[in-house]
Nanobody, 121 residues
């Protein structure tokens, strides 16, 4: 599956952004989709994931209650709604896909190109 992430930008602390990840292929609804992020000088980390089978959502503790992952299977798109943004949320955000939900980079075989989110204080 090919993935195209979009929606990043510059926002003030406390603001909101919605990221989108458009996927190719007719079997999108079967894929688990994940969002990861990589801040400057840091390793890529898990942010959120959503199951293809159940629609269940999973979050990193650092974003729980502020971010919401959702999917529109008719549009082959997964979203990440980010509210109450903080400067520490600044990173390149990547979407990823695989058969099952995972929390590590190695769990996902397909990756999008990344979209930059910058949160100013």
């Amino acid at each position: 599956v090919q993935l195209q992430a979009s929606g990043g930008g510059l926002v003030q602390a406390g603001g909101s952004l919605r990221l989108s990840c458009a996927a190719s292929g007719r079997t999108f609804r079967r894929y688990a989709m994940g969002w990861f992020r990589q801040a400057p000088g840091k390793e890529r980390e898990f942010v959120a994931a959503i199951s293809g089978a159940t629609g269940g959502a999973y979050y990193a503790d650092s974003v729980k209650g502020r971010f919401t992952i959702s999917r529109d299977n008719a549009e082959n798109t997964v979203y990440l709604q980010m509210n109450s943004l903080r400067p520490e949320d600044t990173a390149i955000y990547y979407c990823a896909a695989d058969d099952l939900v995972g929390y590590a980079e190695i769990d996902y075989g397909s990756w999008g190109q990344g979209t930059l989110v910058t949160v100013s204080s």
